[in-house]
Nanobody
Framework: QVRLVESGGGLVQAGGSLKLACATREDAQSVFGWGWFRQAPGKEREFLAAISRNFGHTSYADAVKDRFTISRENANYTVYLQMNNLNPDETGIYFC???????????????????WGQGTQVTVSS
């Protein structure tokens, strides 16, 4: 059973930066890839970025690809999301997710993930 623990959220002014972290606890070696998602108030959860564990292949949503960077440290099974030039519309809860097991699926989209963290709040003030 994979468990994910996010950290790094907080309050930032518009135009500022934050770096989120997601630590994988328990059965981390079964993880094929990780993703980051955002859920704004009153909106559906949306895909932001993904990275595969073995080769580090990345995917981004068009809205963030020039400002956000996903990375991972395989040694400690931690994935990061560096977010730059944030705007108030990006306020929400940020979730880390992991795909695990032997059935590999696309990492783009929530349906490709088996485990979710509890989320970390990011608030961007204007």
């Amino acid at each position: 059973q994979v468990r994910l623990v996010e950290s790094g959220g907080g309050l930032v002014q518009a135009g500022g930066s934050l770096k989120l972290a997601c630590a994988t606890r328990e059965d981390a070696q079964s993880v094929f890839g990780w993703g980051w998602f955002r859920q704004a108030p009153g909106k559906e959860r949306e895909f932001l970025a993904a990275i595969s564990r073995n080769f580090g292949h990345t995917s981004y949503a068009d809205a963030v690809k020039d400002r956000f960077t996903i990375s991972r440290e395989n040694a400690n099974y931690t994935v990061y999301l560096q977010m730059n030039n944030l705007n108030p519309d990006e306020t929400g809860i940020y979730f880390c997710a992991a795909q695990a097991g032997t059935l590999q699926r696309s990492l783009v989209g929530a349906q490709g993930y088996d485990y979710w963290g509890q989320g970390t709040q990011v608030t961007v003030s204007s």
